[in-house]
């Protein structure tokens, strides 16, 4: 059982960054596929980056250019710097964790608002 804590949230204006951490409590950390969901309320979870083993990167459309996914493996954690944050980025955003579509875990998620 891998256990995913994801921090950094919370209120920002628009036009402004955050950063949000995940951080797996496993020793294996650098097998998996790590990835950033979102979930607004209403709406499905929606993906809005990965980052495989080997540091290959996809982002969802709404996010590129504005969002960057990155990985220490070393310190067992996974990050989402996300800049130029819109209104419509509020959600409650999902750290998850897959291997092979064998495993799979998620967090507890993180709320990160953009309001003025």
């Known amino acids: 059982q891998v256990q995913l804590v994801e921090s950094g949230g919370g209120l920002v204006q628009p036009g402004g960054s955050l950063r949000l951490s995940c951080a797996a409590s496993t020793s294996q950390f650098s097998i998996y596929r790590m990835g950033w969901y979102r979930q607004a309320p209403g709406k499905q979870r929606e993906l809005v980056a990965r980052i495989t083993p080997v540091g290959n990167t996809n982002y969802a459309d709404f996010v590129k250019g504005r969002f960057t996914i990155s990985r220490d493996n070393a310190k067992n954690t996974v990050y989402l710097q996300m800049n130029s944050l819109k209104p419509e980025d509020t959600a409650v955003y999902y750290c998850?964790?897959?291997?092979?579509?064998?495993?799979?875990?998620w967090g507890q998620g993180t709320q990160v608002t953009v309001s003025s």
């Open positions: 998850n964790a897959n291997w092979g579509g064998m495993q799979e875990y």
